[in-house]
């Protein structure tokens, strides 16, 4: 008979031992599957720092052949070649010719702060014609005639003209620190010569983040030339680790050098760069065995607590995990709630990100429960919650914040494009529902607030969007955009706003003050820009910054810049019509660059009017079009084409780079006055007039100095080339009618002062009847007519048609619609 109860036993035992080993077999598995999970991660972080870090050096490689090119396209290194004389007697001689060179080399070490270390101009026979060391130009008895025993100088010329030449690192004889160089060959009335510029190698060096290093290694030698870790220097540190790499000769991948996990990519030399780089980002090695550093026998012991700790862990997990929906979603439709709504808003916002908040709140549903039940109502909120999700575009968050109220989270969305959002949500809800047997027809209101003009939180985006919605229900309309006029919560600013609203509809409030801009060759009028003024006929005069700011954080701005525009171009049209027209500027608001039609809008005004496309010249700042850079020049780019002059405002307190500036369609640039009223206290603001000068000219742009307030500002702009100048030195902002006076007079004297010095004494300084033409405005003599830009200076008898253009700005200096 078979003992059945021994069966069981063994059965029992059996299944016992095959558990045991079934959990041993499991941790290990684990433990291996967790290694090279680990080794899998920590390789995939090291393929990415290795790319931004070879991103970087091919970056800088990039710029120093782009900026070698920009710099030997200077005018200045041609125009010291066609100077008469030879090298040596120009270098002797020094003065403007050898200053302006200086300039240029210095202007380099500016756009690479802490990086350039030396900057030289050299001729055709290693004679160094200037050279700037540390940002200093070095005197010409510290010049070298030895340049071409350096390492750039034959290969340069070997590559000839507009080929950028980099140097293997070396230790420079000037700085006495690890550089590469770059080096490009510059031609003009049969001479050659070379700039050539030093960088330091120790620029490419990074901090060491989170156990990470990057290294440069010499290809040749094995050697690590720049290190996290360690200093930098041209014969490389005493590693040895990466020699592996240099002896294997992979162009990239992964691998474990000693015990440091190492991704690494090869940089080979080129024709036009003499340097052989790995770059490579190492790390601590993850593992260096199967256990991990444990036992078998410690696994062994640990199996049983693992697996207690897994099935603790996986219930734990499942337990927090329904805490967590519960406290962040609906429990009816599933949606996330107010709090989750809010976190993700927030989170969306972060970094000045835009993003758009709607809030839908369904009409009369209290009805549907009082009439059909809370049973319909559920259903009917459940329905909702479904259409809702199905139309909202991918990315949106949707989510029940009230009882009959949902809100839509649209990151990266304007105004506009949420509007369009919203009207098809709405379209969806007016579909009829089916609860049932019961066909229900839904209306709603939606409430709208886009970031970051209505609000850079969250809190203040969604209060913003609830009043909105709250506006909409008492208009009984389908969608509103936030409006300050109607917040509750802002009782001054929202009196300021509806009479500014007003004011755009009145006839005397708003009117526009005009500077003029003066030529500082000739001293003639070259246009003028306007300011706005508000004359508040019971706050009386209300000050630009009081109210431009605020009208630009709603949707006011868009009607008052077509005000603003409208009176400008309606003046310039009038004083074109006397016979003298001058160029308009016009300051932009943001919001204008970020309005695709706005370029239609300016040219229907044009037309209407009948101004001349090339009397207007719009004025914008570099932080406008650094907002979004694609969108804010595609606008400029189709104004530009039709003939709209473009002036870059304020040039030097904003925040755009060098790419940008290059694709900016302008043709005019303006330094901003805090530079130009601090340059004769400040070296390092004269300096920065004088860069900003050669750039502009440089880039083919005509240059403007604002805030021009006494003659030595006069002499110094002039002497540093700068075209035109602008400030209470000439004139302040003053209106139409002055301005003429203004302009008459101005012209007078400017005449005046002109004939007497060209005029002999005892001689007469016009015949009767002949016409005065001098630069600038013109000087009628008796039964003469002179229109020139300007207005005329009048003689005996003659009659004066004073007129100028309108400059209009949506803006003062740094503000949207005047100041």
């Keep these: 008979m078979v003992n059945r109860s021994a069966i069981a036993r063994h059965a029992r035992g059996a299944g016992l031992v095959a558990g045991l080993l079934v959990l041993v077999l499991s941790v290990f598995t684990s433990v291996l599957a967790a290694r090279d999970k680990q080794v899998s991660a920590q390789d995939h972080a090291l393929g990415l720092a290795l790319e931004q870090q070879v991103a970087a050096v091919k970056n800088y490689f990039a710029q120093s052949r782009a900026i070698a090119e920009v710099l030997a396209d200077s005018p200045v290194f041609i125009d010291f070649f066609q100077a008469p004389g030879t090298t040596a007697e120009k270098i002797a001689a020094g003065g403007p010719l050898l200053e302006r060179v200086n300039d240029a080399l210095a202007y380099l070490e500016q756009l690479y702060p802490d990086r350039i270390g030396e900057v030289c101009f050299v001729d055709r026979d290693g004679v160094q014609i200037a050279r700037i060391d540390d940002g200093l130009p070095v005197p010409p008895a510290q010049l070298r005639d030895t340049e071409y025993r350096s390492s750039y100088f034959a290969p340069t010329l070997a590559l000839g003209p507009e080929r950028v030449y980099q140097t293997r690192a070396y230790e420079s004889p000037d700085t006495h620190t690890a550089v590469i160089a770059n080096s490009i060959v510059v031609s003009a009335a049969g001479h050659t010569g070379i700039v050539h510029f030093e960088t330091a190698l120790d620029s490419f060096r990074i901090e060491a983040t989170g ?12 050697r690590v030339l720049v290190d996290s870790r360690t200093a930098t220097s041209t014969d490389g540190n005493d590693d040895r680790s990466f020699i592996p790499l240099t002896v294997g000769g992979a162009l990239s991948g992964v691998a474990t050098l000693g015990d440091r996990r190492v991704a690494f990519q090869r940089l080979p030399e080129a024709t036009n760069n003499a340097n052989d780089w790995y770059v490579a980002v190492s790390a601590p090695a993850y593992g260096l065995g199967w256990t991990g550093g444990l036992s078998v026998g410690s696994l062994a012991l640990l199996a049983a607590a693992l697996l207690t700790i897994l099935v603790s862990g996986l219930s734990w997990r499942g337990h ?8 962040t979603h609906d429990a009816l439709t599933g949606l996330p709630n107010r709090a989750l709504f809010t976190e993700r808003t927030g989170a969306a916002l972060r970094g000045g990100r835009p993003a758009a908040a709607l809030i839908v709140n369904l009409q009369g549903f209290r009805n549907v429960n009082d009439v059909l039940g809370h049973r319909h109502g559920d259903l009917l909120l459940i329905q909702v919650a479904q259409r809702l999700s199905q139309v909202a575009p991918a990315g949106a968050t949707v989510a029940r914040i009230g009882a009959d109220d949902f809100a839509v989270l649209l990151p990266g969305e304007n105004e506009d494009s949420a509007r369009a959002v919203a009207d098809r949500l709405l379209a969806a809800l007016h579909h009829t529902f089916l609860i049932d047997d019961f066909q229900l027809d839904v209306e709603a209101n939606a409430g709208l607030a886009a970031a970051p003009g209505h609000g850079a939180d969250a809190e203040t985006l969604l209060r913003h ?11 009984a309309s389908t969608v509103q955009q936030y409006d300050p006029a109607h917040d509750t919560n802002a009782a001054h600013r929202l009196e300021l706003l509806g009479e500014l609203r007003r004011a755009i509809g009145a006839d005397d409030q708003l009117t526009l003050h005009y500077q003029p801009k003066i030529d500082l060759a000739g001293g003639r009028v070259t246009g003028v820009e306007a300011l706005i003024r508000w004359q508040h006929p019971r706050l009386g005069r209300v000050a630009p910054d009081a109210f431009i700011p605020m009208a630009e954080s709603t949707s006011l701005i868009r009607p008052l810049t077509a005000h603003v525009l409208d009176l400008a171009v309606r003046q310039a049209k009038a004083w074109a019509d006397q016979g003298t027209p001058i160029p308009v500027a016009v300051n932009l608001s943001t919001r204008c660059l970020l309005d695709a039609g706005f370029a239609d809008q300016v040219f229907d005004l044009l037309h209407r009017v009948g101004l001349p496309v090339s009397l207007l010249k719009l004025e914008i700042t570099e932080s406008m079009v650094m907002t979004d850079p694609d969108r804010a020049l595609a606008v400029l780019r189709t104004l530009r084409s039709a003939g709209v002059s473009l002036s870059i405002d304020d040039f030097g307190t904003g925040h755009s780079s060098m790419t940008y500036l290059q694709r900016f369609p302008v043709d005019e640039l303006k330094i901003d006055k805090s530079f130009v009223q601090a340059m004769a206290n400040s070296h390092g603001d004269a ?9 502009g000219h440089n880039l083919g742009l005509s240059v403007v100095a604002e805030g021009v307030e006494d003659d030595a500002a006069v002499a110094a702009l002039r002497a540093l080339g700068c075209d035109v100048a602008q400030g209470y030195h000439y004139a302040r902002p003053m209106p139409a009618e002055e301005f003429d006076r203004w302009l008459i007079d101005y012209s007078s004297r400017s005449y005046t002062a002109r004939h007497a010095a060209a005029t002999p004494v005892g001689r007469a300084a016009t015949p009767v009847g002949a016409t005065a033409t001098p630069i600038g405005p013109a000087a009628t003599a008796v039964g003469a007519t ?4 300007g207005p005329a200076a009048t003689a005996v008898g003659a009659t004066a048609t004073p007129v100028g253009p309108a400059a209009t700005a949506v803006g003062a200096t740094a503000t949207p619609v005047g100041a």
């Design 211 to 222: 156990g990470r290093a990057a290294s440069i290694i010499d290809t040749g030698t094995g």
């Design 320 to 327: 927090m995990r329904s805490v967590r929906r519960a406290a």
């Design 465 to 475: 969007a609830d009043a909105a919605l709250h506006l909409a229900r008492e208009q």
């Design 687 to 695: 300096v920065l007039v004088r860069t900003a000068i050669t750039l």
């Design 786 to 789: 002179a229109t020139p830009i």
